[in-house]
């Protein structure tokens, strides 16, 4: 049976390619997509979000729109910044989409998310590819939905090193106490961080060849041809994908039940994810942490994904 899922996205690019890996996957029926302020403002992410379900011929998917910004931050005022610099103004590079024609629906992200998961006959699996936002107010506000979750996956944090502030992630940093609401949630959470995005690096040479095989190939190699984020071997760390692989092929990746907690205080630390590997804090373990993954099982992984979408 597939497994019911809900992502909660702010395409931006990687979010658009994980986007079209998920929806052409046979293992799961994605209910809805939500939408949060992260790479870019919501209004942009959300017309993201419909252009690609659009090209990406899935506008059968309904669309909620979610926060405009963070619990607590205003949002971009911390690092004065969005994703813009990496992603493009419109979160999604230059790339010519055609005008969608469905809208968000009326109602907002909180309320769709909790009227699909108090729905579905088999608990939700929820995928979070931007900053944890919805999902914070969703558990504050309707905390009975927490019996018909099966688990929250999310692409965020770092073990090691940050992108956003020295050790800070963009999704964490970006809203740091809603972070810290999902990972004490008492759910089964996964975190898929920098660390392993930073592996599971894709070339784009690989791109290059498959431009011409279908239309979320060439909309990869759009996306990606000139990307901020590329490294001097020309390779693109794929964060989000990584996220939706371990969902669909979770036998790829190490995984350690450990203690992690949120830094809501530090002056240069701010929104770091405090990974407790070796328990210096001798607290109890309460979130799943992805500490490795097959480099080449992903790349291959992630190629074959794309080749079988449209
Ligand atoms: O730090 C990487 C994360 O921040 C990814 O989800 C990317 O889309 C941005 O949202
Ligand atoms: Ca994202």
Known sequence: MKKPIIIDTDPGKDDAIALAMALYSEDIDIKLITTVAGNVSLKKVSYNALRLLKYLEREDIPIAMGACRPLINPYKDRFNEDASSIHGESGLGDFEFEEPEKEPLEINAIDAMREVILESEVKVTILALGPLTNLAILFKAFPEVKENIEEIIFMGG???????????????????????????????????????????????????????????????????????????????????????AYLLKPDIFKLEYT???????????????????????????????????????????????LKNCI
């Open 158 to 244: 770092s073990i090691n090193r940050g992108n956003l502030g020295v050790m800070t992630e963009f999704n964490i940093g970006t809203d740091p106490e809603a972070a810290k609401i999902v990972i004490d949630s008492g759910l089964k959470v996964t975190m898929v961080g920098l660390d392993i995005g930073n592996k599971a690096r894709i070339f784009l040479k690989d791109l290059e060849e498959l431009k011409d095989y279908n239309k979320s190939t060439r909309l990869t190699y759009s996306l990606f041809k000139d990307y901020k984020g590329m490294d001097k071997e020309s390779a693109i760390k794929v964060y989000d994908s990584t996220a939706i």
């Open 259 to 305: 203690y992690v907690d949120v830094e809501l205080r530090g002056q240069y630390t701010l929104g770091c994810t405090i990974v407790d590997l070796d328990n210096r804090l001798e607290e109890k373990p309460n979130i799943y942490v992805c500490t490795d993954i097959d480099e080449d099982e992903f790349r291959k992984y992630f190629l074959d994904s």
